[in-house]
């Protein structure tokens, strides 16, 4: 009985050293750099280092981009309250001479329409004239083929 178990106990001992010299055939033909599985591995991870760099580079761009973008909004929101108070400041001074009238066609005329108050009106509130102003269309415009 010994005799059998001692013999199972090479054999056993035979099946593992085969496949363990199996295991590291394949072991080192997975971690060859040139052809193997370490070869691809080794180049992704080169790519993902690659990769990793490229980001942080478009990240920084970006953020310096829209830093710039803020601050060119905030340029622009600042003109345009200066333009706001200009023209709000043109309408209190008084009208210019009339000067020689101008062709009419580099400008068209204007049309002008006023609203006149009825009695209705009247009652309810006292209300000034409206005046639309309406720029004339040119009747020789030609529709685009």
Do not use: W
């Amino acid at each position: 009985m010994e005799l059998i178990s001692n013999i199972l106990l090479i054999a056993g001992a035979l099946g593992a050293a085969v496949y363990c010299i199996v295991l590291s055939r394949r072991l080192k033909k997975f971690n060859q750099l040139e052809s193997g599985m370490g070869g691809a591995i080794a180049v992704l991870s080169a790519q993902v280092d690659e990769m990793t760099k490229a980001l942080e580079k478009a990240q920084t761009t970006a953020n310096t981009s829209a830093e710039q973008l803020r601050n060119l909004t905030k340029r622009a929101e600042i003109g345009a309250e200066k333009l706001e108070i200009m023209l709000a400041s043109l309408h209190d001074l008084p009208a210019p001479p009339q000067a020689a009238p101008r062709p009419a066609a580099s400008t068209p005329p204007l049309e002008v329409e006023e609203e006149i108050p009825t009695a209705a009106d009247e009652a309810e509130s006292p209300k000034r004239a409206r005046v639309v102003r309406r720029r004339q269309r040119e009747s020789n415009i030609e529709a685009a083929e």
